[in-house]
C-alpha cells in the first residue's frame, strides 16, 4: 500500500470510531433513531434486543452485494472497510463499554449529531463510505432515476416516523435536529469553514486595482473577460481570494482606485493553492 492509502484508510478508521462513540454515547442509548441505518439498527435494538452492529451489517452485506452486482468491485474496498469497521466498533463500544454522558435527549441529539457528522466526514474526506442508505439511494438511482438526494430523505424520513410510532413524536422531532445537524456538520469537513472571501470586481480601473491587490497586500489576482450587457463595452473582471481579517483592506484600496468599482463578496469555503492550504 502507498503511504497515501495508509492516510486514507488512518482517517476512515478515526472517522469510523468517532461515529460509533456518537451513536453509542449519545444516540442509541438516548432512543434517537436519526435516519439511516444506524437508526434502523437503533429501532431494531429495542423491539428486539438486536445489537445495532449486527443489524447494521446484516442490512449492508446484501446491499454490498447488489453494489458488486450493479455498479463493480470498484465502488469501494474503503468503502467495505468503513461498513465493516462501523458495525464491529458499535457493538464493541455498547453494553456499558463506553459511558453514556447524558440521558437528555436534546443534548444527546445535539452533540450526537454533531459526533456522527464529523466521523462520516472524515470518512468522506478519505474517500470512503460507511455503506448503508448511501449505497442503496446509488442502486435505486440507477434502476428507478430518482434523485439520490430524494431517496435518502425518503429513507431517513420513515426511520424517524417508525421511531415517532413506536416511541413518540418528541424523539421523532429529536432524530430529525441529528439529522440535520449531522449534515450540516458533513459539509463542514469537506469543504471547511468559510474562513475566506472570493472578491470578484467589476471596474474602468482593473490595472490600478491589481496593481493594488498585488504590491500592497501581496495577493493574487486574475482577470477574467467579461461584457456589459447594458453598454455592449468589453472589460476585464478581477478574481482575488483573500481572507476575513484582510476584506477591509481589499474594500480600501479599490475604493481608492476606483470610487465607482462593483464588488461582490462571497464566502469560500476552502482554498487550495499559493497562500492557502497546499494539501490537495
Request: proline share 2%.
Amino acid at each position: 500500500m502507498t503511504w497515501k492509502a495508509v492516510r486514507d484508510y488512518f482517517g476512515i478508521t478515526i472517522g469510523v470510531l468517532l461515529t460509533a462513540v456518537g451513536l453509542d454515547m449519545f444516540l442509541i442509548p438516548n432512543k434517537i433513531a436519526a435516519g439511516g441505518v444506524s437508526g434502523i439498527g437503533t429501532l431494531v435494538h429495542y423491539l428486539t434486543g438486536f445489537p445495532v452492529g449486527v443489524t447494521m451489517l446484516v442490512i449492508n452485506v446484501p446491499l454490498f452485494i447488489m453494489g458488486i452486482r450493479e455498479l463493480g468491485f470498484g465502488f469501494g474496498l474503503r468503502s467495505l472497510y468503513g461498513t465493516i469497521t462501523l458495525s464491529v466498533a458499535v457493538d464493541l463500544m455498547a453494553g456499558g463499554r463506553i459511558p453514556v454522558l447524558t440521558k437528555n435527549p436534546l443534548l444527546a441529539a445535539l452533540y450526537g449529531g454533531i459526533l456522527v457528522g464529523i466521523g462520516i466526514g472524515l470518512v468522506f474526506r478519505n474517500k470512503g463510505t460507511t455503506g448503508g442508505t448511501d449505497l442503496a439511494a446509488a442502486l435505486v438511482n440507477r434502476h428507478l432515476k430518482a434523485s439520490v438526494g430524494l431517496v435518502l430523505f425518503v429513507i431517513d424520513a420513515t426511520v424517524i416516523v417508525a421511531a415517532g410510532i413506536v416511541w413518540n413524536a418528541e424523539l421523532a422531532l429529536f432524530a430529525l435536529l441529528t439529522v440535520f445537524l449531522t449534515a450540516r456538520v458533513i459539509d463542514v469537513v469537506q469543504e471547511g469553514f468559510g474562513y475566506a472571501k472570493a472578491a470578484l470586481i467589476i471596474s474602468e480601473r482593473p490595472e490600478e486595482i491589481t496593481r493594488a491587490i498585488l504590491e500592497r497586500m501581496d495577493r493574487g489576482a486574475t482577470a477574467l473577460r467579461g461584457q456589459g450587457m447594458y453598454t455592449g463595452t468589453d472589460r476585464d473582471v478581477i478574481l482575488s481570494v483573500v481572507t476575513r481579517a484582510e476584506v477591509s483592506r481589499l474594500k480600501e484600496l479599490v475604493h481608492e482606485a476606483d470610487p465607482r468599482a462593483f464588488v461582490i463578496l462571497a464566502d469560500v469555503h476552502e482554498v487550495l493553492g499559493e497562500g492557502f492550504k497546499k494539501r490537495f
